[in-house]
């Protein structure tokens, strides 16, 4: 009997057929399919392969972590609700090698929030990206260090490293604590890339901070943090990257917080922010921004801060002598602010650089004190 093999491509998959004149002898490999279901009343697990797509009609409730891993990609499109319970067990994660395209629009973002019926900072965790751009937290030659929540591995060496496109997202209640010193932040964004499109991101009533740079070489733009628990926007552990159209209010703590490296000041690569048109409004223990843990390199302009007592944190050059030393060698520059007339101490730098702050009248995120039109429509609280 004459037979033969037909080797068929379909979507991708490869499926080998054994063929004769009778069709009952037929033999049909069947075709392997992604694994992961995303369930709308229990949104949990891993996503190892493929691209897994949600469906914004329906509102998802995640109970665990959602971990995309190296490989595979999760779309979210515009309008889409994630309603998370669980605490610190239930947060989503973008591994090394992995992608999420979060996008949504102005009239219908994307929402990560609470389940619960009484809302509360701290209710679950965030969203956590972790990337394979550079940072300075485990050493200076693309080293690779742990996240301190959510255990993936982050860093190396590709400044271009693409994470995805987040995009119009919106992120409530996060900021689910382990300990005193080990919380979520609303976004946590470790060593990721500047191929990542990160721009029109709120967090709203986070337990702890907004969010959060470590390392990495990403971009961040028309971002705004509300009513945060600790620091509302904090980058740190040689975040190379620009921060621009920041609206920044009701934060607990710092409204911007820049280090370098808390167990190091002087590691390298070093921190190198350009902080351009951002509005710092109301009162926060820590100033308006905060020079920490060696602070960096940075070049800031059109800022404007009101509703503060204090304009610019900085500790004594004992206990921070790399911070203090890069104010007083220029690597540290305002040009130029604005602080308010509620501002009764511009800065607690005592150094030698007189020329490190230059005033202006500025609009910052746009409106000066108010909230910028192009915060209209897809935030809250403003």
């Known amino acids: 009997m004459k037979k033969s093999i037909l080797l068929l491509a379909i979507a991708a998959t490869t499926i080998f057929t054994s063929c004769s004149d009778d069709d009952s002898n037929d033999i049909v490999v069947p075709i392997p399919t992604n694994a992961f279901t995303a369930d709308p009343t229990n949104l949990k697990g891993d996503i190892n392969s493929g691209t897994v797509t949600l469906d914004p009609s329906k509102i998802y409730n995640l109970?665990?972590?959602?971990?995309v891993n190296n490989g595979a990609k999760l779309v979210i499109p515009a309008g889409t609700t994630i309603e998370a319970s669980g605490g610190t067990s239930s947060y989503i994660a973008v591994a090394q090698g992995a992608k999420i395209d979060i996008l949504g629009s102005a009239t219908e973002p994307v929402v990560m929030t609470s389940a619960s019926t009484n809302p509360a900072p701290g209710d679950w965790g965030g969203l956590v990206i972790c990337g394979h751009a550079p940072t300075n937290k485990a050493g200076s030659n693309g080293e690779t260090a742990t996240a301190e929540v959510s255990d993936l591995t982050y860093g190396g060496s590709d400044v271009n490293d693409n994470s995805?496109?987040?995009?119009?997202l919106r992120v409530e209640y996060t900021g689910a604590n382990f300990s005193a010193t080990k919380e979520f932040n609303g976004v946590s964004l470790f060593a990721v890339g500047a191929g990542t499109t990160f721009e029109y991101v709120q967090s709203y009533n986070g337990g702890d901070d907004g969010i959060e740079f470590f390392g990495g070489t990403v971009n961040g733009?028309?971002?705004?943090?509300?009513?945060?628990?600790?620091d509302s926007i904090d980058f740190a552990d040689g975040w190379a990257g620009t921060g621009q159209y920041w609206y920044i209010n009701q934060g607990t703590k710092a409204g911007i917080e820049g280090s370098n490296n808390g167990d190091n000041g002087n590691a390298t690569p070093t921190t190198t922010a350009t902080l351009k048109d951002i509005s710092i409004i109301d009162t926060g223990s820590e100033g308006a921004l905060y020079i920490k843990e060696g602070g960096g390199h940075w070049t800031a302009s059109n800022i404007f801060i009101s509703g503060f007592e204090l304009g610019i944190k900085i500790k004594d050059a004992t206990t921070d002598p790399a911070a203090n030393?890069?104010?007083?060698?220029?690597?540290?520059?305002?040009?130029?602010?604005?602080?308010s007339s509620s501002v009764t101490t511009k800065s607690q730098y005592q150094g030698v650089n007189t020329s490190y702050i230059i005033e202006g009248t500025n609009v910052g995120a746009g409106n000066g004190a108010d909230a910028p039109t192009w915060a209209n429509g897809w935030t809250r609280g403003l």
């Open 164 to 168: 995805g496109i987040i995009r119009y």
């Open 325 to 339: 030393a890069n104010v007083d060698g220029g690597n540290i520059v305002f040009n130029n602010i604005q602080f």
């Open 221 to 230: 733009t028309y971002l705004v943090s509300t009513a945060s628990g600790d």
């Open 63 to 67: 109970t665990g972590a959602l971990i």
